[in-house]
């Protein structure tokens, strides 16, 4: 992969969360191309093994490590791991996160509902629970665990991941997108709390990124757009989707304690213009 910025972050070990999808795991490999010891965390191991193998074949080092963001004894147990076999961490990425079916609408509109279809009064509270809880206490509860390392030190990183939701809710998932404004608002508090502990804390917005997750929401069998992809892409000024190694270059400005020394409680989009955009 190339980087961005030459940045070097060799001596940091940096823990991803969330690093078993596509977003974060490009992240946690390029921390190890930069120099960095690196845990890589996800609720399920066969992708952060792969990525494990992978760097230590091209002479990188990052750790896969099973652990539910929601589960604070596993986490705590992690925690202990990655001291024992990287040390103490230095820059925590937040990067666990997601929507859940049972938390999403049919349509974007209610008059536009047909019998049958999931509207507003149809979503379940556990689903819309669900979404909370990944979200927010995923974000909330690694930063518990592993910000203790940082506030022994005095210094230290912290990178959550936000979205465009957080800034412009879409239509059709409103507990997604109340959770990520959640995390915008809880970066922006953890900025204020650590101030004076040599911590700093910020967030990315990311734009529309293609996954394997939203795949078929935005593009047809035969490769061309849905129409809510056409909708995205009409209110992207560059009129594409992000790709997630571009979403690098802020990721390390943000995490580099010379760069943004002064930087902390900013979240800050990566969008290709999304945010920027008011339609007209």
């Keep these: 992969m190339k980087l961005p910025l030459n940045v070097d972050f060799s001596g940091k070990v940096v823990v991803v969360t969330g690093a078993g999808g596509v977003l974060c795991g490009t992240m946690a490999r390029a921390f190890a191309q930069a120099g960095a010891k690196v845990a890589a965390l996800n609720r399920s191991e066969g992708n952060i093994k792969k990525l494990e193998a992978e760097c230590e074949a091209e002479g990188y080092v990052c750790r896969a490590y099973q652990a539910d963001v929601l589960d604070k004894a596993a986490l705590e147990e992690v925690h202990r791991q990655v001291l024992k076999d990287l040390g103490p961490c230095d820059i925590l990425v937040n990067g666990a996160g997601g929507n ?5 609408t049919d349509n974007e509109y209610h008059h536009e509902a047909s ?9 379940e509270t556990e689903g819309v629970d669900a979404v909370f809880r990944l979200n927010f206490q995923g974000t909330l509860l690694p930063t518990q665990v592993f910000a203790q390392d940082m506030a ?3 210094s230290g990183c912290i990178l959550n991941i936000s979205s465009m939701n957080a800034y412009i809710p879409l239509t059709k998932i409103p507990a997604y ?6 995390v915008s608002n809880f970066t922006k508090w953890l900025a204020t709390y650590f101030a004076g502990s040599g911590i700093r804390c ?14 078929a929401l935005l593009f047809k069998e035969d490769g061309t757009p849905t129409a809510r992809a056409e909708k995205i892409l009409a209110g992207t000024p560059q ?3 992000v790709e997630s190694e571009e979403l690098l270059g ?3 400005f943000l995490c580099d304690d010379r760069a943004a020394s002064a930087v902390t ?8 213009g999304f945010s920027a955009y008011s339609g007209v």
Excluded: E, M, Y
Excluded at 100 to 104: D, W
């Design 100 to 104: 859940h079916p049972r938390a999403t």
């Design 115 to 123: 019998v049958g279809q999931k509207t507003f009064f149809d979503l």
């Design 152 to 154: 022994a030190k005095g």
């Design 177 to 182: 997108s109340g959770a990520k404004a959640a």
């Design 202 to 215: 910020n967030a990315i917005a990311p734009g529309f990124l293609v996954s394997d997750q939203n795949r």
């Design 239 to 241: 009129g594409r989707f």
């Design 250 to 252: 802020g990721v390390f």
């Design 265 to 272: 409680g900013v979240v800050l989009p990566i969008d290709a």
